[in-house]
């Protein structure tokens, strides 16, 4: 069976689909450009653990310094401590992983060679672990781990725009030889 | 052909449903800045003071409110007069509910009550929770409130929602009081 020769409402409900997450993923690349940052360096400064205003050194209880007012963030930043950290990773993990899945069950009809298949369709999956994964490896292994976040969302993206791409080609546009 | 179709798409139409309990984008009431400044008014000088609970002080939070302090610093930003008084000393607490985190700011005065309390973040969804709560006047019946009187404050109108958030924000004002309370002969 493939796209090409699905019924028409199939074909219809595949699209809507894909429209969908195609606005979704617009809407969740504008909040994440807003809330945090799609950079590397703003992913690292909502993830990493706070660090100390003042020269605090291990072992001191306390210590304190003048600062000016400029100095107290002016553009509320989210800081996701590692409970938030928990709550995101888990409706991402499923939300994201369902999402997929869902784009793996319509790119499986697509007309491409099995093993482009499974490479493009791997994407979804692959981004979203890596940009889960890529959160807690910041905050608890390095903040030079922030890097994988920007990376997973890309391939996140990437894999949706060919797997929503070469699915509406195959939907739509492509003739069937008759045999 | 098309049974089959059907069967993949029910399938995958249940699978979706977790999907919902996405939590919803935050809603920044004010931004740090701005609060330090509204809640210490009269303060000309500001300072940062961080400081580490002892295993004692730790212990002593959880008995007034019951919660235990689990961050490795907790930072106070202080503000004093052009003669060094102590006007007051804002702090940041959170806690993260299934709807999302809430976000408040306490300042406490030099002997340990209530100054103000700002809501400074909520969620979408709890934004419609806490707004009658911030339109009622519920934060100014914590001034003058120690600890436990900030625990102790509920609200009877609202939904069953607001009331929830209600208390999730009188928990919060009574963490940041015991937390400055504990810490004050270091302040």
């Given amino acids: 069976m493939k796209l090409s020769r699905f019924p028409l409402s199939a074909k219809l409900f ?5 429209m969908g997450i195609g606005c979704g993923s617009l809407a969740a690349f504008a909040q994440a450009s807003t809330a945090v940052g799609l950079s590397p360096a703003a992913v690292r400064e909502s993830l990493s653990p706070e660090m100390p205003m003042t ?3 291990h072992g001191q209880m306390s210590a304190e310094k003048e600062i000016d007012l400029a100095q107290i963030p002016e553009s509320a ?6 409970p938030l950290l928990i709550q995101t990773s888990h409706t991402h993990l499923f939300g994201q992983t369902l999402i997929a899945g869902l784009l793996a069950l319509i790119f499986a009809f697509n007309s491409l060679r099995e093993g482009a298949k499974c490479a493009i369709g791997a994407l979804p999956f692959v981004g979203t672990w890596l940009d889960i994964g890529g959160m807690w490896a910041t905050r608890f292994a390095s903040p030079s ?8 969302g890309t391939l996140f993206a990437l894999g949706y725009a060919l797997i929503a791409g ?3 080609y195959d939907l739509w546009f492509r003739k069937e030889l008759s045999a | 052909m098309n049974a089959r179709l059907a069967r993949l798409l029910a399938l995958a139409l249940a699978a979706a449903a977790p999907v919902r309990a996405h939590i919803t984008p935050p809603v920044v009431l004010a931004s740090d800045r701005d609060a330090v400044a509204r809640l210490l008014a009269g303060s000309s000088r500001y300072f940062v003071r961080e400081v580490r609970l002892s295993p004692t002080q730790r212990e002593s939070v959880r008995q007034k409110t019951g919660w235990t302090p689990d961050e490795d610093l907790y930072r106070f930003y202080v503000g004093r007069t052009a003669d060094a008084v ?8 959170s806690e993260f509910t299934m709807h999302g985190p809430v976000r408040v700011a306490v300042a406490l005065a030099p002997d340990g009550r209530v100054k103000g309390v700002s809501v400074v973040e909520v969620t979408e969804e709890t934004y419609g929770w806490v707004k009658p709560l911030l339109d009622g006047g519920f934060l100014q019946r914590f001034a003058g409130r120690d600890a436990g009187g900030a625990l102790s404050q509920t609200v009877d109108s609202g939904g069953s929602m607001s009331r929830f958030y209600a208390g999730v924000i009188a928990r919060l004002v009574g963490r940041a009081a015991a937390l400055y309370d504990v810490t004050r002969s270091t302040q």
């Avoid at chain 1, 781990?145 to 997973?152: E, K, N, P, Q, R």
């Fill in chain 1, 14 to 18: 595949c699209t809507l689909f894909l």
């Fill in chain 1, 55 to 57: 020269a605090m050194g």
């Fill in chain 1, 77 to 82: 930043k989210v800081w996701m401590r590692t």
């Fill in chain 1, 145 to 152: 781990l922030s890097v994988l976040v920007i990376a997973g």
């Fill in chain 1, 166 to 168: 070469f699915s509406i």
């Fill in chain 2, 86 to 93: 102590t006007v007051g000393a804002t702090i940041f607490i």
